[in-house]
């Protein structure tokens, strides 16, 4: 039993049975047993959690892990932070280290519970618990957070992210646009996560001509982004400049090719769809409409509700007879007030006229 092998004790004490043990000395022996098997097992636990626990290592708590640490991952977070914050939260300590970790684990909630003791010891800890919260759904407390990491840290760039750009985009997502524009354009520095959230805000506003202005500034710094490209290609459509949303689409799908035969990007289908899109309801182009439907077909995983819209548009515009049947079908799964009704309302009117339905009354 001293030695774990418990079968083969178990094995000794019908021996000793035979040979003439008594009832006392067995139930003594097998006790003993039991002690030694629970005190390995709580053992084996031990040293299991240790080797998932951040330990001190040397002199320096977080640097000097181990490379086969299971939490040298946080050592990688620390690095993503400003070099003046860095030495802050290793001073934090492990405890710290492990309360971010969670975040990653998906244990959200109990990260933000166990974050909300170092946010009074340093406020550089309340990005970490801003995080926390938006796994754990708590949208206020992360802007809560943000803000107060603004005004007592300062906002930076971390792991990619800069946190006013974050604060911005969650007070957009709450209706809160005006504040987030407010947010940025306090700050001097002019990355340019912030210039696409305020891109992003200044359209939410109805502002499409300032939006533009600074998504153009973006594609000089980003010639080559196509989700820019085409960010400016929507919000030339809601500026009723179809013609410059044409011309900035079309240059950007030249950029594209088929995987592997050229430099270029491979095709952007979302592009594609936005300039067929423009092209068939305004009945133009027919040619090249034709060609972006072959690509979008040959390109596409599974067919969504704007290839039936762009399928029902090119219909209309070819007068096939079951025009009126592809229209039923784009409307029964909008919503009452889906924005995507309008599109059906302003380019099948006189359809929808005929087959006795409008689209304002259809659920």
């Known amino acids: 039993f001293n030695l774990g092998d418990h079968s083969k004790a178990k094995l000794h004490l019908e021996q000793a049975r035979s040979f003439g043990a008594t009832a006392e000395d067995l139930k003594s022996a097998r006790k003993l047993g039991r002690q030694r098997e629970q005190e390995q097992q709580r053992a084996q636990q031990l040293k299991l959690q240790n080797k998932n626990k951040i330990q001190v ?109 974050l604060l911005a985009q969650l007070l957009g997502r709450l209706n809160r646009g005006k504040e987030g524009l407010k947010t940025i354009s306090e700050l001097s520095e002019t990355h340019h996560s912030l210039k696409r959230v305020q891109a992003d805000l200044l359209e939410q506003q109805g502002s499409f001509k300032e939006s533009e202005a600074v998504i153009l500034d973006l594609l000089q710094q980003f010639p080559k982004d196509l989700g820019l490209i085409r960010k400016l290609g929507n919000i030339r459509i809601r500026n009723d400049d179809r013609s410059g949303a044409v011309q900035v689409l079309e240059s950007g799908l030249k950029r594209c090719c088929t995987p592997g035969t050229c430099g270029s990007q491979p095709f952007d289908i979302h592009s594609a769809r936005l300039l067929a899109r423009i092209y068939l309801e305004e009945r133009s182009n027919p040619e090249r409409s034709k060609e972006l439907l072959k690509e979008i077909q040959r390109y596409s995983q599974q067919i969504t509700w704007e290839d039936q819209y762009l399928s029902a548009l090119f219909a209309r515009n070819e007068a096939h007879p079951f025009t009126a049947h592809e229209i039923q079908q784009l409307i029964s799964p909008l919503g009452k007030n889906d924005p995507r009704r309008e599109w059906v309302n302003t380019h099948f009117h006189s359809y929808l006229s005929k087959i006795g339905s409008t689209i304002s009354t259809v659920n």
């Not at 892990?65 to 977070?77: E, I, T």
């Open 57 to 165: 290592v040397g002199d320096d708590p977080l640097w000097s892990l181990p490379p086969d640490h299971p939490h040298v991952r946080y050592a990688m977070k620390v690095e993503s932070y400003p070099k003046d914050l860095q030495k802050r939260l290793i001073d934090l300590g492990a405890d710290f280290a492990e309360a971010t970790l969670l975040i990653e684990d998906g244990k959200g909630l109990e990260a933000y519970e166990r974050l909300s003791f170092f946010v009074e010891t340093d406020p550089a800890a309340r990005f970490e618990r801003a995080r926390a919260a938006l796994h754990s759904n708590k949208g206020e407390a992360a802007i809560s957070d943000l803000y107060l990491f603004g005004e007592e840290v300062g906002h930076c760039e971390i792991d990619g992210v800069h946190s006013a750009a």
